[in-house]
């Protein structure tokens, strides 16, 4: 039974560029939730995809945005990275139907912006 | 005033010991609750969600207070591996769309 992926695992950036970032779920899953967890903090939630629809947001800007494949898969979007993008970008996959709404963690990406 | 706060410890306490750290939430809306344990540069794993009636599961123990807004985890006989922060969950919305996490509690289990 396949965990949640991501990929890649490790991302240096230069501020002003784009980034991209890519989630499969776990298998049976269909909704998407990608969070930031800067160093010392909790995640901190970014937005969330259901049914190909970005469902709820999170507070932050429109630098951030995303999208759901067919396949349940997932990418996160940053562009015009600042220096304060630098953080751990998780993502995790649920079941919308399950009813308890347990996430599963991806081992994450982690983006070094400089 | 956050949604969710936990005290951030660190907490150190011998191996064997019983530890308990305690997760308050603002919004009485609140449905469903959830304890993750991280590990150092690691993603965060389930360790248990938190029913109305609490919860046990081996040496771990949650408990909700919706009355007072908080949620208990209870950890017996401490082991080493325990040593982790552990993140409080809670979930605003009636599905999975808003879930906010804690900073997390920092446990640290000396020999």
């Known amino acids: 039974d396949a965990g949640v992926t991501q990929s890649p695992t490790h991302l240096i950036k230069t501020r002003g560029q784009q980034v991209t970032l890519r989630c499969s779920p776990k298998?049976?899953?269909?909704?998407v939730s990608w969070y930031q967890q800067a160093l010392g903090q909790g995640p901190q939630f970014i937005f969330q995809y259901y049914e190909e629809e970005e469902r709820q947001r999170g507070n932050f800007p429109d630098r951030f945005s995303g999208h759901q494949f067919p396949n349940y898969s997932s990418e996160l979007n940053v562009n015009a990275l600042w220096l304060g993008d630098s953080a751990l970008y998780l993502c995790?996959?649920?079941?919308?139907?399950?009813?308890?709404?347990?996430?599963?963690f991806g081992p994450g990406t982690r983006l070094t912006v400089t | 005033r956050k949604e969710v706060e936990q005290d951030p410890g660190p907490f150190n306490v011998p191996e064997g010991a019983t530890v308990a750290f305690n997760c308050t939430y603002s919004?009485?809306?609140?449905?469903?609750f959830f304890w993750y344990r991280q590990d150092c540069r690691k993603e965060p794993k389930l360790l248990m969600s938190?029913?109305?009636s609490g919860n046990e599961d081996g040496r771990f123990t949650a408990q909700l207070n919706r009355a007072s807004q908080y949620i208990s985890l209870l950890i017996r006989d401490s082991k080493l591996s325990d040593s982790a922060t552990y993140l409080c969950v809670v979930n605003v919305g009636s599905s999975a769309s808003k879930i906010i996490f804690g900073s997390g509690t920092r446990l640290s289990i000396r020999p």
């Open positions: 919004n009485s809306a609140s449905q469903s």
């Open positions: 938190v029913y109305s």
């Open positions: 995790a996959s649920s079941l919308e139907s399950g009813g308890t709404y347990e996430q599963y």
């Open positions: 298998s049976g899953h269909d909704t």
